[in-house]
């Protein structure tokens, strides 16, 4: 059985517990014994790790949709296009919706999810990473990075051990995503070559070889597959799969710029 089967099956409250469970339990309407938890998936787990991903995603965005006092109508189409890209049946949209309405919560603990996020990730770097991609890029749905979303999306990397540099060059990748997208995905990918450098984390005076290094370490961080096997939810092979035609269509930008075969 899929994660998400075990969510409707009802036993969410023993692959997680937690304010996770806890969390997905409210917006479910099932309560469950802490006592049983763990008791069907241990930590580690692929499908119990999809569920802490899926989970925390969307409690997280409505958390940042909610930084300044209100949600704009920006975010909440941001929020929407991410559930359309990873194509929820109705079930799932309408628990993604319940999970981003529980973050809005005054009371909700962004600390003990965070931690108990990254407890269930356990080493798995790139799920983290790919996590912090998608909250940088909902918080930056209405074109810009407002202070209170930068401080709370710097607290959740200290909480997750990124350092401050990792988080600005992430900040700097979503700037670039926008730009490949506002350019409609056609050549060229990207505005100007500064977003194509950007997108891949690199100076425009690096080397040849390390931006070639640096294109490879980030496809390797993104396929899909490796994600999937990791604990990325199925939903969102779709939100990784374009992530690397961005990344490849960045590499190909500064290639033809430099002229290199």
């Known amino acids: 059985m899929s994660w998400w089967g075990k969510v409707l099956g009802g036993t969410f409250g023993y692959m997680l517990g937690g304010p996770l469970g806890a969390l997905l339990g409210a917006v479910l309407g099932h309560k469950f014994d802490n006592g049983l938890n763990m008791m069907n998936l241990r930590p580690g787990d692929v499908e119990r790790v999809q569920t802490a991903f899926f989970t925390t995603t969307f409690l997280t ?28 049946s109705p079930e799932q949209m309408k628990v993604a919706i319940g999970l981003f309405n529980e973050g809005k919560s005054d009371d909700f603990d962004l600390t003990a999810v965070i931690g108990q996020f990254k407890q269930e990730c356990g080493r798995r770097r790139n799920l983290e990473q790919m996590f912090l991609e998608i909250l940088i890029s909902t918080a930056m749905a209405d074109g810009e990075l407002h202070k209170l979303e930068h401080d709370i999306l710097l607290k959740i990397c200290k909480h997750l051990s990124f350092s401050r540099i990792t988080f600005e060059k992430l900040v700097q990748m979503m700037q670039a995503q926008r730009s490949y997208n506002a350019g409609g995905g056609q050549q060229p990918a990207y505005k100007n070559i500064e977003d194509a450098y950007n997108m891949l984390g690199v100076k425009n005076d690096a080397t040849d070889g390390e931006v070639k290094k640096a294109y490879r370490k980030l496809m390797s961080q993104h396929h899909p597959d490796k994600l999937v096997s990791r604990g990325l939810p199925e939903e969102m092979i779709k939100i990784a799969t374009e992530k690397t035609v961005e990344i490849k269509a960045a590499y190909e930008q500064i290639k033809k710029e430099r002229n290199i075969k």
């Open 61 to 88: 965005m409505g958390h940042l949709a909610k930084a300044d006092g209100r949600v704009s109508e920006n975010e909440i189409a941001q929020a929407k296009f991410v559930m359309e890209q990873m194509q929820l």
